[in-house]
């Protein structure tokens, strides 16, 4: 998971070529560069990644992380 401008280090990993996600506005043409498909939305769930784009979207990524878990265990 990543949120702000974290994404482009998952991007430049390699980890979000043709996956759904998220970045802080600035940053968006660098993980398109590298692959990623780039939503717009606050917070982006594609598989086990997890991004988000800001500050503003600190609660709402969390409570992502949290009911992801949480889903994980009751499976």
Do not use: H, M, W
Request: with cysteine; charged share 30%.
């Amino acid at each position: 998971s990543a949120i702000c401008i974290a994404p482009v280090t998952l991007a430049n990993a390699g980890i979000l070529d043709k996956k759904k996600a998220t970045v802080f506005r600035s940053e968006v043409k660098a993980i398109k560069r590298k692959g990623a498909i780039y939503t717009g939305k606050v917070v982006e769930v594609d598989g086990n990644i997890i991004t988000a784009e800001g500050p503003q979207a600190a609660e709402e990524f969390g409570k992502t992380i949290i009911n992801l878990l949480l889903k994980k265990i009751e499976d």
